[in-house]
């Protein structure tokens, strides 16, 4: 298997950070529709990533994005029905979806409505095998996903000490987060790290001590489960600012 690629880049400040994801999202975009016709995206969940997609729906991206061409699924969500001020869904669909050309039906939403996660996360997986023409055990490839990290180190909703940071054969889980006293429905590991690129987007000073332990520290994904995203045959990109860099040694 290819080595991943893995970089670095440290942004000024949160804006400038916005800016160069969303630079490197259009581009990811405009070269998976030109060499496969399509671009297949998990979008991250949290407060970050909403002015990356201010951005794409902004009039400096928006009108050269292939948004026909574009299918949007979701990483991760949160057990809450998707106009809950709490969904990952309706966040990108007020900072996004509801501003650009995106076909209904290229919108891949985890049904995080249903009462049973477990249910959620069986009804989502049937999404993703008809999206992607899975066969039974096959791993769907993203063309990029889009990771947060949190301030202890979680990603996705693969938190500290939950047993999916380890899963080897789910394509979707439903872990209940003790810290959260909730259920997410979450991507695995194996499916984060099938996909042909991955971008971390991690901001501001109360990530800088989870961002260094995750990316210099001794691997130990069942507390820092960031650690686990490793695409076997893909990139793996952390665009970080300045505040979140702040104990890097390398930055
Ligand atoms: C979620 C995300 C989660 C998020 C991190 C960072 O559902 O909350 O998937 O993994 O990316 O918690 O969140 P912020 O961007 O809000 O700091």
Same mark, same amino acid.
């Given at each position: 298997?290819?080595?991943?690629?893995?970089?670095?880049?440290?942004?000024?400040?949160?804006?400038?950070?916005?800016?160069?994801?969303?630079? =490197?999202?259009?581009?990811?975009?405009?070269?998976?529709?030109?060499?496969?016709?399509?671009?297949?995206?998990?979008?991250?969940?949290?407060?970050?990533?909403?002015?990356?997609?201010?951005?794409?729906?902004?009039?400096?991206?928006?009108?050269?994005?292939?948004?026909?061409?574009?299918?949007?699924?979701?990483? +991760?969500?949160?057990?809450?029905?998707?106009?809950?001020?709490?969904?990952?869904?309706?966040?990108?669909?007020?900072?996004?979806?509801?501003?650009?050309?995106?076909?209904?039906?290229?919108?891949?939403?985890?049904?995080?409505?249903?009462?049973?996660?477990?249910?959620?996360?069986?009804?989502?997986?049937?999404?993703?095998?008809?999206?992607?023409?899975?066969?039974?055990?096959?791993?769907?490839?993203?063309?990029?996903?889009?990771?947060?990290?949190?301030?202890?180190?979680?990603?996705?909703?693969?938190?500290?000490?939950?047993?999916?940071?380890?899963? =080897?054969?789910?394509?979707?889980?439903?872990?209940?987060?003790?810290?959260?006293?909730?259920?997410?429905?979450?991507?695995?590991?194996?499916?984060?790290?099938?996909?042909?690129?991955?971008?971390?987007?991690?901001?501001?000073?109360?990530?800088?001590?989870?961002?260094?332990?995750?990316?210099?520290?001794?691997?130990?994904? +069942?507390?820092?489960?960031?650690?686990?995203?490793?695409?076997?045959?893909?990139?793996?990109?952390?665009?970080?600012?300045?505040?979140?860099?702040?104990?890097?040694?390398?930055?």
């Amino acid at each position: 298997m290819a080595e991943s690629l893995s970089a670095l880049r440290v942004l000024d400040d949160g804006a400038a950070l916005a800016r160069a994801a969303a630079d =490197e999202v259009a581009q990811r975009a405009a070269d998976a529709v030109h060499t496969r016709g399509r671009f297949r995206c998990a979008l991250a969940g949290g407060s970050t990533p909403r002015a990356l997609y201010r951005l794409l729906a902004g009039p400096a991206l928006s009108d050269r994005f292939p948004w026909s061409a574009t299918h949007v699924f979701w990483g +991760d969500e949160r057990h809450v029905p998707p106009d809950h001020p709490d969904s990952n869904y309706r966040m990108a669909r007020e900072a996004l979806l509801d501003h650009v050309p995106l076909p209904a039906g290229n919108i891949h939403r985890i049904p995080a409505e249903d009462p049973d996660a477990l249910n959620a996360a069986v009804r989502y997986d049937a999404e993703l095998a008809a999206a992607f023409a899975l066969a039974a055990s096959e791993l769907p490839r993203f063309d990029l996903v889009l990771l947060g990290l949190g301030p202890e180190g979680h990603t996705a909703s693969l938190f500290p000490g939950s047993d999916v940071v380890r899963e =080897e054969r789910r394509r979707v889980a439903a872990p209940y987060v003790p810290q959260l006293a909730a259920f997410r429905i979450t991507l695995t590991p194996p499916v984060l790290n099938h996909a042909a690129a991955v971008l971390f987007v991690v901001s501001g000073e109360e990530k800088s001590a989870a961002l260094a332990a995750v990316i210099e520290g001794e691997p130990q994904p +069942d507390l820092y489960p960031a650690q686990i995203v490793r695409p076997h045959d893909g990139a793996l990109l952390w665009l970080v600012d300045r505040a979140a860099a702040r104990r890097l040694r390398r930055a």
